[in-house]
């Protein structure tokens, strides 16, 4: 079963969390700080599935975003592996319509407020 799905850029930085199990707010942000440490210590030589405290996190790598899992002890690690890349397929046919550079201003760069968020989707304020 998954219990947490993290979208994490270079600088450690928590684009996008999704918690499947009640964690409270300041256990969440302690876990994510040693979930993405331990990933980003981690060489591409090395495997993406690491065994961590009472479950396993797998992960995959994409340019400058990391993507992890957390699932309990019984989950399939090749199957979570693939859910990543096959998510991560769709969001890449989702915003190539509407263009890459949304995705990485949404996901990897510093988010911008919610209003020039709305504004820049209208063309009516440039995103920088």
């Known amino acids: 079963m998954i219990k947490f799905f993290l979208m994490v850029n270079k600088q450690g930085q928590t684009r996008l969390s999704k918690y499947y199990e009640h964690v409270e707010i300041n256990k969440r942000t302690l876990l994510e700080t040693e979930v993405i440490k331990s990933c980003l210590s981690r060489s591409n030589e090395q495997c993406s599935f690491?065994?961590?405290?009472?479950?396993?996190?797998?992960?995959?790598?994409?340019?400058?975003?990391?993507?992890?899992?957390?699932?309990?002890?019984?989950?399939?690690?090749?199957?979570?592996?693939?859910?990543?890349?096959?998510?991560?397929?769709?969001?890449?046919?989702?915003?190539?319509?509407?263009?890459?550079?949304?995705?990485?201003?949404?996901?990897?760069?510093q988010p911008l407020p919610a209003a020039s968020r709305l504004a820049a989707r209208a063309g009516t304020v440039s995103a920088k």
């Open 50 to 109: 690491i065994e961590y405290k009472d479950f396993k996190l797998i992960y995959r790598q994409y340019a400058a975003l990391f993507i992890v899992v957390g699932v309990n002890d019984t989950e399939n690690e090749m199957a979570i592996y693939e859910f990543i890349h096959n998510f991560v397929e769709v969001l890449d046919d989702y915003f190539s319509r509407v263009g890459l550079h949304v995705l990485q201003l949404l996901l990897i760069e």
